[in-house]
């Protein structure tokens, strides 16, 4: 009898996912004494009788690994497996990400410190259904625009459904996950939020991602930062928490949360977002936050980066502090006063002070035109910063930093909310909570799901093999280069074996790159996509050329 030698290998390549089984299939054999599944109850796994070696045109049955757990073999000779779909469901390549970069166990860990609302969860709930199960199911959700919670939990169980568990298993019921949600709160969520955005952070250092240089001797990192809104279900308690903006009678149809995302303008990563309800005045809203980002995230504000902002004024206060631990680019509205206090240095740049709550900052100002194909943008560009080596940091080169805000928190929002459905008669993203509580837990599942995927893509392009012709030809493959959408698509589909999978992944992703740096320029701003069909109209044709930026005050 010809036979196969055992390896030692063999087990721990099985318990890692990713494999296939061959096995003859004279040798599949039913467990039971009599061969028959009693009563019609069919949930046993069918086992193997021989480990002959498998010849040239034997029927072979290739079985796909989907869980290793210990056997519960009953008297009349079914085999099944111990446990639940809810012990072995993982976020496969998503959570490998965040595992390597944060340490293995993470919401395992954050599950088991997680305290229940008793209240919502007793007894056969609990049993169907686990605290680190729905962390994940919480997330996943946030990623399939559309996709109710129950849904989430089916494409999580995915294949694990069809082991024949010794306790039946079936998705719990929306009752059930709404409960399950209360259950929870928004803390669990919020905990990996942070761990997740810390970790990113963390790649951001460890690793240099920059696409835009600025400064020669002592280059810094760049960020953006900008506000946005989300809209939430119109219920009594989100109005009351959250409110609208619009109108002074808070009558818009909708409330909204108004968020605040610090992002890598080189890679669009996420590195942290307070926030809040939406506020009537989006300038006093967006500066709230932002003291409270300064508060909860002091490592993001650092020597080594400068943050660009657009025209919502922070105050000649706020400005200061910022200025204290970190840079900045800020783009000032026409109605801000300065006050010049030096002649016009070499690069066309000056000196000037804005003073407002009682503090007087002074700042290098850099003004500037910008033409596309001969005709003129109407308005004067205004950014005030606090470098002022003119040497090191030229307003030229600072005038051209300042459009990666657009790339840093324009696009990255609209790519985010993408995965968010619209919902209602206006056009936006909306969550689908109904209560104050599970908007935060919702919002914080979104960002934390959102970064994930950012990672994995970060991971893509590592992968990525340069191209060999074209304007990138031999240029390292940049993050923003991998499809944020495609890679979301890509991952949705959460059950799956582990890391062997997740290699095939990048590798895939790595394949499918969009064309950046295209000089492209559009009549109109288009943030949110259209639900109806294109009319086509010439005045939102793209056209494709590049911007010239010419400095005011610039000496003849």
Request: one cysteine or more; glycine letters at 8%.
């Amino acid at each position: 009898m010809h036979v196969y030698p055992v390896s030692p290998d063999a087990a721990s390549s099985v318990a890692d996912g990713g494999v296939m089984v061959a096995v003859r299939l004279a040798d599949l054999v039913t467990p039971l004494r009599n061969g028959v599944m009693p009563g019609g109850d069919r949930r046993s796994a069918l086992v193997t009788g021989g480990t002959r070696r498998i010849r040239t045109g034997d029927a072979v049955v290739f079985c796909k690994v989907v869980a290793v757990a210990s056997a519960q073999v009953r008297r009349d000779g079914r085999v099944q497996a111990q446990g639940s779909p809810v012990h072995h469901a993982t976020l496969g390549p998503l959570e490998d990400w965040l595992e390597e970069k944060a340490g293995p166990g993470v919401i395992d860990g954050i599950a088991g410190r997680a305290v229940l609302r008793e209240e919502y969860v007793k007894g056969e709930r609990e049993r169907l259904l686990a605290r680190a199960f729905m962390i994940r199911v919480l997330v996943l959700v946030t990623l399939v625009p559309g996709a109710g919670v129950r849904d989430a939990v089916i494409a999580l169980a995915g294949d694990l459904a069809l082991v024949p568990w010794a306790r039946p298993w079936v998705p719990a019921s929306e009752r059930a996950l709404g409960d399950w949600r209360n259950a929870l709160g928004p803390e669990p969520l919020e905990e990996l939020q942070a761990v997740v955005l810390r970790a990113s952070w963390q790649e951001h250092e460890d690793r240099d991602w920059r696409a835009v240089i600025i400064g020669r001797e002592k280059p810094l990192k760049a960020g953006s930062l900008d506000g946005t809104l989300v809209r939430v279900p119109d219920t009594p308690a989100n109005r009351a928490a959250f409110g609208s903006v619009g109108t002074g009678d808070d009558s818009s149809p909708y409330p909204q949360v108004r968020a605040l995302p610090l992002t890598d303008a080189s890679t669009r990563g996420l590195l942290g977002m307070p926030h809040g309800p939406a506020g009537t005045d989006k300038a006093a809203a967006e500066q709230k936050l932002l003291d409270t980002a300064m508060r909860d995230y002091p490592h993001l504000f650092a020597g080594d980066r400068i943050w660009i902002a657009d025209r919502n004024y922070p105050g000649a206060a706020r400005i200061a502090r910022l200025m204290a631990c970190t840079h900045v680019l800020i783009r000032l509205k026409s109605d801000i006063p300065l006050k010049r206090i030096s002649k016009i240095l070499a690069d066309g740049s000056y000196l000037a002070e804005i003073s407002g709550d009682g503090v007087t900052v002074t700042v290098r100002v850099i003004e500037y035109w910008v033409t596309v194909e001969g005709q003129h943008v109407p308005e004067l560009f205004c950014l005030v910063t606090d470098l002022m080596d003119t040497t090191e940091y030229p307003a030229r080169e600072l005038a051209g930093l300042y459009k990666w805000r657009w790339d840093g928190s324009e696009t990255s929002l609209r790519e985010a909310k993408a995965s968010l459905r619209g919902a209602g008669p206006s056009a936006g993203p909306m969550l689908r909570s109904q209560s104050p509580d599970l908007v935060r837990q919702e919002l914080a599942a979104w960002a934390a799901a959102t970064e994930m995927t950012r990672g994995v893509a970060r991971a893509a392009a590592l992968a990525a093999v340069p191209a060999r012709k074209g304007r990138r030809a031999g240029m390292r493959v940049q993050a923003r280069q991998i499809s944020h959408g495609r890679a979301r698509r890509a991952l949705t589909p959460a059950s799956r074996p582990r890391r062997p999978r997740r290699t095939a992944l990048t590798r895939e992703l790595a394949k499918h790159r969009t064309v950046i740096d295209r000089n492209r320029h559009r009549p109109r701003k288009a943030k949110c996509a259209s639900t109806f069909p294109r009319a086509g109209r010439a005045d939102t044709a793209t056209r494709i050329a590049p911007a010239v930026i010419t400095l005011a005050n610039t000496p003849a």
